[in-house]
């Protein structure tokens, strides 16, 4: 029973807690049973609360007893090691945090306990986060669930397996270059970067000020969407907050056969299929074309300055990473990971007039961004060039050229980090090889409704085979 429960969705298991049908107790079994089974392979938390969370999984089941119960009542999920939590260390997953215990929750934590979620432990990440593949992380890397000698991408690498191998029904991440979006399309699972301040960071260490997004990981987009009704909304202890309520759940409300009729949908003819494998292109093509089988008009559009977004955000972003970590860059420096030491130095290096001058680049590819989207509703496209690549690699070969390997994990991602706008993964099927792709689709400002509905009728009309790995 417990394995079978543990490949439920979390809007699956949600409803059959609410029936009564499966208590909060079997789910926390069934999560921990998964840990056990593949944490030692895979490498997905850093920390685990399995007295903690079966304490709670009996408080809570007294709860239904007497008729009460919140939206995920019961439901096992997992942070990311940058979230605050009230028990076990907070690491970052660095050596230079390893003991820090914050004692108390982020907010984000907090509305979850709040809404009858259970935490059951802290995911590995990049050290930091500071990095795309969750490679170089204190506790060592975690591997991709689909092929354990290859990347589960990062930094928010452990939250993507843990969801991928159902030993979390739904977990945390953050995602300032992609770091949400990149692991879920390499693991097969869904990412969802909200509108900037759609959901507070108070409680998360951060890495870039500018850019810093928290963002859920799941199984579908639905289990995203009762996550963000969980999470999101204006929070007095970070300022960047919006009060907007919106009804995330709601908003996937069936809508008949052609669910995104009337919706536009713009294809990027310049810079996002530049430099893809043609597996993941076809695959993502497909994808997009099932878009307009289900109403949405297709529209290809161009945005001038993309080739220009890698060394902007990379500029503002080191920067103000390495502000946050002046204090240690000056004390204890040997205790960085040698990738993210690298980058936290250049970013000491970054000028005041080149920090003005990528924010000033900044608001000149955002109004070309802007008026690209004055056209259409969303833009789709894929989440990555690349499927995920073994780990180790500085180098890949994509269309017979050989690449950066990380540049190409951040490449299609850091635009939505710049706009502030909400971005989505969502698979859209496998390479030949076994291996996971992911359907972008990007957002203007502040409608995250509508980049949700369009990746939630997409999942909606594909098979969903192979949903989780292990």
């Known amino acids: 029973m417990t394995q079978d429960i543990s490949r439920l969705n979390l809007a699956e298991a949600a409803s059959l807690v609410a029936r009564g049908e499966v208590s909060p107790v079997q789910l926390v079994d069934a999560a921990l049973e998964r840990i056990q089974e593949h944490q030692e392979r895979l490498n997905a938390f850093i920390t685990v609360f399995p007295e903690e969370a079966r304490q709670q999984a009996r408080e809570l089941q007294e709860e239904l007893l007497k008729g009460s119960r919140g939206p995920l009542h019961g439901i096992p999920v997992a942070l990311k090691d940058l979230y605050y939590t009230r028990e076990g260390p907070t690491t970052a997953g660095s050596k230079i945090l390893a003991d820090f215990r914050p004692g108390y929750d982020s907010t984000v934590a907090e509305r979850l306990r709040r809404s009858g ?74 990412g969802f970067k909200p509108t900037l301040g759609r959901v507070s960071l108070s409680g998360v260490i951060p890495l870039s000020c500018s850019f810093d997004h928290a963002g859920p990981l799941a199984r579908s987009v639905r289990d995203t969407a009762l996550a963000m009704d969980a999470i999101a909304g204006l929070d007095p202890r970070d300022p960047r907050t919006w009060g907007e309520q919106l009804a995330f759940e709601e908003a996937l409300a069936p809508a008949g056969d052609m669910p995104l009729a009337g919706l536009t949908v713009g294809v990027p003819a310049n810079f996002y299929f530049d430099k893809v494998e043609p597996e993941i292109e076809t695959l993502v093509r497909a994808a997009i074309e099932a878009l307009g089988d289900l109403g949405a008009r297709l529209r290809e559009v161009t945005i001038p300055g993309l ?23 000056a004390v204890r420096p040997g205790d960085y990971e040698p990738d993210v030491l690298g980058r936290l130095e250049a970013g000491l290096r ?56 990380r540049e190409m994990l951040v490449r299609h991602t850091r635009l939505g ?42 999942e909606e009309a594909r098979s969903l085979d192979r949903v989780m790995a292990g």
């Not at 802007?370 to 070969?397: C, H, K």
């Open 417 to 458: 980090n710049l706009t502030g706008g909400p971005a989505l993964s969502v698979p859209c099927g496998f390479t030949g090889e076994g291996l996971p792709a992911g359907l972008q689709v990007m957002g203007r400002r502040g409608d995250d409704l509508t980049v949700l509905r369009v990746g939630h009728f997409y």
């Open 350 to 405: 970054v000028t005041a007039v080149e920090y003005i001058e990528a924010l000033r680049e900044m608001e000149r590819v955002g109004a070309s961004f802007g008026e690209a989207m004055n056209e259409v509703s969303v833009l789709a496209m894929p989440t990555l060039p690349v499927p995920a690549y073994p780990i180790g690699s500085r180098t890949i070969q994509v269309r017979g050229l050989e690449e950066p390997a």
């Open 117 to 190: 979620a259970i935490i059951t432990g802290k995911t590995n990440t990049h050290e930091f986060a500071f990095g795309p593949t969750t490679e170089n992380s204190y506790f060592g890397p975690t591997r991709n669930p689909w092929d354990p000698s290859r990347i589960s991408g990062g930094s928010s690498g452990g939250s993507a397996v843990a969801v991928a191998t159902g030993m979390s029904y739904m977990a945390m991440g953050t995602d300032t270059g992609g770091s949400v979006r990149i692991p879920a399309s390499l693991c097969g699972v869904v």
């Open 307 to 329: 080739d220009d977004v890698p060394r902007i955000t990379s500029t503002l972003m080191y920067a103000e990473a390495a502000h946050y970590h002046r204090e240690n860059l």
